[in-house]
């Protein structure tokens, strides 16, 4: 399958994603199903990754962002991060923008396969759920 069949499937699934209202499942506490609990407990994992490191202001980017979970979690919780959400998917980057728009919180939004990705910048941590 090439890329352009990959990125069909992928904006058909977020259209469904949207119809279906699954287009949003970020949660702080108390996940409703195994999806949310998935994502939660994902989440926390990173943020204990990120309470580590010594630089307050990272410069992080997820790939195969989607829904833009994980870094929306990151932002809201650790404001001071730079985020940066990469997917190939367009459909998939407009979820994601308008998840961090409803929470206004801001990141860097990229459409673009990973192996076609030129962005000059240096990333302190890189994440990446399902890819």
């Known amino acids: 399958m090439n890329l352009e069949n990959y990125t069909n499937t992928y904006n058909k699934r977020w259209i469904n994603s949207i119809q279906n209202k699954d287009d949003n499942i970020l949660v702080f ?3 409703l199903n195994q999806v949310e609990f998935f994502y939660l407990n994902y ?24 829904r833009g979970t994980a870094s929306l979690y990151i932002k809201v919780n650790n404001p001071e991060h730079n ?9 998939a980057i407009d979820i994601a923008k308008k998840n961090f728009k409803s929470l206004k919180q801001k990141a860097n939004f990229f459409v ?6 030129n962005n000059q910048k240096k990333f302190d941590l890189i ?3 399902g890819v």
């Open 29 to 31: 506490n108390n996940p």
């Open 43 to 66: 989440n926390k994992i990173i943020e204990t990754i990120i309470k580590k490191e010594t630089n307050k202001n990272l410069e992080i980017l997820e790939i195969g962002c989607g």
């Open 83 to 91: 985020l940066n959400l990469l997917d190939f998917s367009e459909k």
């Open 112 to 117: 673009s396969d990973l192996n076609n990705f």
């Open 127 to 129: 994440i990446s759920l």
